[in-house]
């Protein structure tokens, strides 16, 4: 579901938390698409020109570039909150502001390549570590200052949509993209 008062920043839909425990297949779908983030990512990132790289999946929104820098910065966290949640008792994280990480240099010029395969590799120990844990410590939380209470079964929720909202936006960036090339061969 897409929202219609936003479709560019939201090209799928708001994020919506879940309320309870997930079932086993629930779970084992959205740990599937975690694992499956990066190759789709890859696939459509690599290779691209710097113009393609450069342009923003909407007016005022990240470039392509920013965004495959942002998935890594983000699923490192998240991982991480995952893992304290795991072995501390609701663990009170620290937030980060992504909005200014998107803005530092390396996340601005470096080659998207770089990312690609810190994700790889993130998403590999992250998918290990989700489908090894046991049932029971998907419920176990960590404090966010802004969300309260989240657990291991809510954050996996709302990472799996992380990766399919910024999948899109690297979609629409191409699109736009793709736009403008054609606009500027049909002058």
């Not at 802004?146 to 799996?160: Q, W």
Request: charged share 25%.
């Amino acid at each position: 579901m897409t929202d219609h008062l936003d479709p560019e920043r939201y090209p799928v839909g708001r994020i919506v938390r879940n309320p309870g425990p997930l079932t086993r297949p629930e779970r084992d779908a959205l740990i599937d698409a975690i694992a499956q983030a990066p190759a789709i990512l890859r696939t459509l990132a690599s290779g691209r020109t710097e113009a393609q790289l450069e342009t923003p999946y909407r007016v005022g929104g990240w470039t392509l570039r920013q965004v495959v820098h942002h998935l890594p910065d983000s699923h490192m966290n998240a991982y991480v909150r995952m893992k304290l949640a795991a072995t501390e008792t609701a663990p009170l994280i620290k937030p980060y502001d992504e909005a200014r990480w998107a803005e530092l240099p390396e996340a601005r010029t470096a080659p998207v390549e770089v990312s690609l395969d810190l994700l790889d590799a993130l998403h590999a120990r992250w998918t290990a570590f989700l489908r090894a844990l046991p049932e029971a410590d998907f419920r176990r939380t960590f404090s966010h200052p802004d969300l309260g209470d989240v657990s291991i079964d809510d954050a996996l929720g709302m990472y799996s949509w992380h990766c399919r909202h910024h999948t899109a936006h690297v979609r629409l960036a191409l699109q736009k993209g793709d736009t403008l090339t054609r606009r500027g061969r049909s002058r």
